[in-house]
């Protein structure tokens, strides 16, 4: 079967032959940079050099689609006006400033985005992307969510605080980050993206509580759904069973989870709602500090309990042996021997 | 109208209602009431953040409530801080912390400090991306015999490493207990890489802060 054919129909709930395999978030590999010879900070900001990397996850990994737009989830944050620190091979570039932390007057998202920051070498890497791959390959793009942003803008400690203390300013701060999100997505399909991924890590369980979720963040997404035309998959990281039926009710088309959620009770409630569910292998414990074995165990596990898009839980750590991510692969052929 | 016997327990609960106001007068009640600023500290504010690290761990408060709640505790503290005795004001046990090079998310790190210092230790914070011979410098120059390394993200952890190898380059491993913490870290982690223990959370670090001073 087709590759894209493959990711296309699954994400629209089709039956397909195999369930496709691949990464979601991100694969900036140091061991996967040097076999492609597109390394870090270059692969960060040139074109070529990126487009190379995100072939190399189909070329090296098994990935069976690949990204584009980057490898870190600061592209809305440096529009808005965040420094960011300088990337190197090993380590992605961060926030290093909360440009709104002292006062959210003056937070604008600006309509021509596509020109700033690091948006016109993305608008080339589609471009390079569409003419290599065709129709045999499907193409994501990413970007922080609204939360994170936000998180981003004025501090996280910040934002937490005021989630208790003034929700209004949080919900002006969430809305100027959904209105960013829907351009990026927008953005995305317009340059010939298949699907896009929203990273929500600061929206997870880990930091807030499901009612602030259901509160603040759900109605985010679903706002992001309801105004953009390109399928969304959404990615939150830690234990996130207790706000999956939220993720799924926000109408994305699938969910993204890490190993600490409950995979298959995830699926159970992701099905039900006509959603479908990315993961969940570890990627600190796996894919970066574990044996091959251990890879092909959890991968082995994650298929078992009924995974709809074999991935890795969160994005790849640049020090992963590509061994450690090929054994998604091999699991996934040898579970339809 | 308080009494000395129920001062405290109100201090608790102002710092468990995240009131901060409510605190810090508080606090001034009690030392017009006579109690001992030391007593108000531990039996009053220290035991309504003890209570909040309990809500943490069971789900009942997340990071919004432990950050208020922790504000109340320090305006507290602040009140009460100039009325205990010098006697009192012992010299306390060092713990330098940071979030390691190549990592600004901090939010975890404050956690940590905020527990350790409600469990009586002296906290170094170095902030956040912070070089690995930094930590080794700084718990030299202060004398603490604690470091702990904080990262949430999988891309810098490698950096941990580097600071138990510069310990043991600079031959002064055994006069440092180092603990590491963060989302992608985990006990086999610490293992690995040759710390010496690991901790999931805020109220863990500072029970096994505890742990590894009783170690030397």
Known sequence: ?337 | MHKKETVLADMARAVVDMDETAAAKLAETSIELGVDAYTGINDGLVKGMNIVGEKYDNEEYFIPELLLCSDAMTAGIDVLRPHLPVKEQKVKEKIVIGVIQGDTHDIGKNLVKIMLETSGFEVVDLGRDVAPQKFVDTAVEVNARLIGLSTLMTTTMGKMEEVIRLLEDQGIRDRFRVMVGGEPVSKGFADRIGADAYALNGTEAAKTALELVATF
């Not at chain 1, 894209?4 to 140091?30: F, H, M, Q």
């Not at chain 1, 070529?48 to 098994?62: P, Q, V």
């Not at chain 1, 963040?217 to 706000?243: G, M, R």
């Not at chain 1, 088309?253 to 992701?270: D, G, L, R, T």
């Open chain 1, 1 to 337: 079967m087709n590759l894209k054919r493959r990711v296309l129909d699954k994400l629209a709930g089709k039956e397909v032959d195999k369930t496709p395999v691949g990464c979601t978030t991100s694969y900036g590999v140091i061991e996967v940079m040097k076999k492609c010879g597109a390394e870090r900070p270059l692969a960060d900001t040139d074109p070529e050099a990126l487009s190379t990397l995100a072939m190399a996850g189909y070329e090296h990994l098994g990935f069976e689609w690949i990204k584009a737009m980057g490898w870190d989830i600061t592209v809305v944050s440096e529009v808005f006006g965040c420094a960011l620190s300088d990337p190197t091979i090993s380590m992605t570039c961060s926030v290093k400033s909360h440009p709104f932390c002292d006062s959210i007057d003056g937070i604008h998202w600006p309509k021509d985005f596509d020109k700033r920051g690091r948006f016109p070498v993305y608008q080339r890497q589609f471009e390079i992307l569409k003419e290599k791959v065709g129709d045999s390959l499907a193409i994501y793009g990413q970007c922080e969510g609204p939360l994170t942003v936000g998180g981003n803008l004025v501090g996280i400690e910040s934002i937490m605080r005021s989630i208790l203390t003034d929700v209004e300013k949080v919900r002006t701060i969430i809305a100027a980050g959904t209105q960013a999100v829907i351009d990026c997505a927008n953005f995305a399909e317009r340059c010939g993206a298949d699907y896009f991924n929203i990273c929500e890590p600061t929206s997870g369980p880990a930091l807030i509580s499901p009612k602030m979720w259901e509160a603040l963040v759900q109605p985010a997404i679903a706002a992001i759904v309801e105004n953009t035309d390109i399928p969304i998959v959404l990615h939150v990281c830690s234990n996130t069973d207790k706000i999956i039926p939220m993720m799924c009710d926000t109408g994305v088309a699938a969910i993204s989870i890490e190993e600490a959620a409950n995979m298959k009770q995830a699926v159970e409630i992701a099905h039900a709602r006509d959603v479908r569910v990315f993961g969940n292998v570890s990627t600190s414990r796996a894919l970066f500090m574990g044996t091959p074995q251990e890879c092909y165990d959890e991968a082995t596990n994650a298929l078992k309990d009924g995974v709809d898009f074999l991935t890795p839980g969160c994005g790849i750590p640049p020090g992963s042996p590509m061994e450690n991510i090929l054994q998604l692969k091999r699991a996934r052929d040898d579970y339809y021997q």
